[in-house]
């Protein structure tokens, strides 16, 4: 097992631009998270799964933005009408449900210019 | 929601010093952990603490649950040390982690 894969890690858009990251977490997790951080500040929580339902949103999460996990595996995250405020590094976490400790992937750095 | 505060957000040290980071929370957690977050930004595990003590290597960490705060300690600091140390809560019942600002460690050679 490698650990929480993000995918990609670097994303330049043009405003206005939809895109769409990539979360594969530890194999035997079935809880998976997404965070975004921005910079100087700590990761912020944006959306959690268990196995395939998404059972909280944060305030954050504006209808921009919308977050799928198809069969309780690899989980998506999409950003439509990119803003510039959207910049920001999201990362993808992944636990079990019998201990909660947390394992983050390495981010996807997204850039809107 | 629960708060976090962590201090100093700021810390200078010389190689070989000691320090010691606070982590202080506003509510009951089942979930505790320190994590370093390297310079290219990925956050690596710690420790995982939601009370009593674990030493690893050089660092070691106390979550006192009843008092509400984590300290962090770190030994004979060395400048691969330096980054942003965050700790992050978890409530019962609660699906979010909860971040603080983090204190972030400069080691001098």
């Known amino acids: 097992d490698t650990g929480v894969s993000q995918d990609p890690r670097h994303k330049i858009t043009k405003r206005g631009q939809n895109v769409t990251f990539r979360c594969d977490p530890i194999s035997e997790h079935n809880r998976l998270y997404w965070y975004r951080q921005t910079l100087g500040q700590g990761p912020e929580f944006l959306t959690y799964f268990q196995n395939e339902a998404q059972l909280e949103k944060s305030r954050l999460l504006s209808d921009r933005f919308s977050a799928e996990r198809p069969k309780g595996s690899f989980s998506t995250l999409e950003i439509q009408r990119t803003e510039q405020g959207d910049s920001a590094m999201y990362l993808c976490a992944s636990s079990r449900v019998a201990d909660t400790e947390a394992f983050f992937g390495q981010g996807t750095r997204l850039t809107v210019v | 929601g629960i708060q976090v505060e962590q201090s100093p957000p700021d810390l200078i040290l010389q190689e070989g010093a000691n320090s010691t980071l606070r982590c202080n929370f506003s509510d009951s957690v089942n979930n505790l952990q320190w994590f370093h977050q390297n310079p290219w930004g990925q956050l690596i595990n710690l420790f995982y603490i939601p009370s009593g003590t674990k030493q690893n290597g050089r660092l070691s960490a106390t979550t006192v649950a009843t008092e509400r705060y984590s300290l962090l300690y770190i030994s004979s600091s060395q400048t691969t040390d330096s980054g942003v140390y965050f700790c992050?809560?978890?409530?019962?019942?609660?699906?979010?982690?909860?971040f603080g600002a983090g204190t972030r460690l400069t080691v001098k050679p």
């Open positions: 992050a809560v978890e409530r019962y019942n609660n699906n979010d982690m909860r």
